[in-house]
């Protein structure tokens, strides 16, 4: 009878049906297979139990806020600044791509909202300067995921609402990561630079250093005012994301980007993206419900413990599954499915919380960019028009140096730990 459960699940995704009502009416059809349709009289109070979390308050201001900056005039800025600080070194414009998703990352948060934004600007204007399509579409989509691990990021405050972990510690603990992921992608772009002799850019196509700085202070204020703010204990996360919008408000107001229009599509974007989210965590809430029931997470342990998996050996098998997860599951889709069931083993076999977090996110970026499926390979390629599996294997070689990346932050945790260390927030 529970073997009905996953063939109805096929179903109903086969038939186009959104993930989230996939997700909640397999889960109920699970509860009757499992004979345990009782507990769904409680499972509205599970649900809202599950959505009343403070933490979540932020996620749909940070959302309005990176919407707002998205639509302010501000991707022109951060490029010229790029341009400014690193634009005449060899590959100078495959520099500025990776430099420029670090700024973005502090603004959206978002990696498909970074690839399409410099998939607009940024690979044309490459591809002119005699970078091939394929390689500018390339660094693009591995850049953009910077985005999600650099705060503020949608998806660790997800996380941190999912396992009841400091969203302030979560932040800072991608601050360090987030920087060696770019330096690391600067230093692959060196030695594509060096063995195919990219272009520098030329001296009088480099903006001025002191104007071009001036200008994007408005643009870099919003990064400095909610890291600030949090971490000085001047605001909590969603008192620094209501101030990120009315920021980016003032920054859209300078760059004269913003218009009424843009920002009632912001809103509309915002309410869309945050009601698709909310509506997933109740779908899962439901299916957790059930793994509870049925003492699933201990089922796993008991697993991990018949296997012989120490604490490093679940590490790698965990990562193995979020970054397959990626591939094929929107990130809070996979975060809401995975985090409950496979996060609470690696901790109790001593991962730290907040560590663990920046190594799933991590991992389920990396997804996004992983052929055969990742979402970023997707945007790009729709925008910049070059053909899918060319991009696909353009981006293997970076998506390798992204692997090694994480494989220096799973052997040194410390990595990431030492910045939410030295704040108070997290383990010794």
């Known amino acids: 009878m529970i073997l009905l459960a996953p063939v109805i699940a096929a179903v109903l995704l086969a038939s186009g049906l959104a993930i989230a009502y996939v997700i909640g009416g397999t889960a109920v059809v699970a509860f009757v297979a499992s004979d345990n349709a009782r507990y769904l009289a409680i499972l509205p109070q599970q649900i809202f139990s599950k959505i009343d979390v403070f933490a979540l308050m932020a996620m749909p201001l940070f959302i309005l806020a990176g919407e707002l900056m998205n639509r302010g005039g501000i991707t022109g800025a951060l490029i010229n600044l790029s341009m400014a600080l690193i634009g005449r070194l060899r590959g100078g414009l495959g520099h500025v791509n990776v430099l420029t998703s670090v700024f973005f990352a502090g603004i959206s948060g978002s990696a498909v909202a970074d690839a399409a934004a410099l998939s607009n600007t940024l690979v044309p204007e490459m591809t002119k300067r005699g970078y091939s399509p394929t390689y500018a579409s390339a660094i693009t989509a591995a850049s953009s995921v910077i985005g999600p691990i650099v705060p503020p990021s949608i ?15 979560l932040f800072l603990a991608g601050i360090v990561p987030g920087l060696v992921l770019a330096a690391a992608l600067i230093g692959l772009n060196a030695v594509y630079a060096w063995r195919q002799d ?28 909610i890291l600030g703010g949090i971490v000085f204990g001047w605001m909590t996360p969603t ?86 997860a990626g591939m094929v599951l929107d990130i809070p889709v996979a975060l809401a ?40 390979l997707l945007v790009v390629s729709a925008v910049t028009g070059v053909n899918y599996w060319k991009l696909a294997a353009a981006v293997v070689p970076f998506v390798l140096v992204e692997i090694a990346v994480l494989a220096l932050l799973i052997a040194f945790p410390q990595i990431s730990l030492a910045l939410p260390q030295a704040f108070g927030l997290a383990g010794g």
């Open 155 to 169: 998806i660790l405050i997800f996380y941190g609402a999912l396992m009841g972990t400091s969203v302030t510690a």
């Open 198 to 225: 990219h272009p520098r850019v030329a001296r009088e196509d480099m903006p001025p250093l002191l104007p071009t700085i001036l200008r994007s202070l408005p643009a870099l204020s919003l990064p400095i005012v």
């Open 239 to 324: 008192e620094a994301a209501g101030v990120a919008v009315f920021v980016a408000l003032l920054a859209g107001w300078f760059y004269d980007g913003l218009t009424r229009a843009s920002v009632i599509e912001g809103l509309q974007r915002t309410a869309m993206l945050s009601g698709s989210i909310f509506i997933i965590i109740c779908a899962v809430s439901a299916l957790g419900h059930l793994g509870a029931l049925e003492r699933i997470p201990e089922a796993i342990s008991g697993l991990v413990t018949t296997l012989g998996l120490g604490p490093v050996g679940y590490m790698l098998a965990i990562n193995v599954i979020f970054i397959i």
């Open 337 to 376: 499915l995975l985090v409950p069931l496979l996060a609470p083993v690696a901790i109790a076999q001593g991962a730290d919380p907040v560590h663990l977090g920046i190594l799933l996110c991590f991992n389920l970026c990396i997804g996004l960019i992983s052929p055969p499926m990742g979402g970023c």
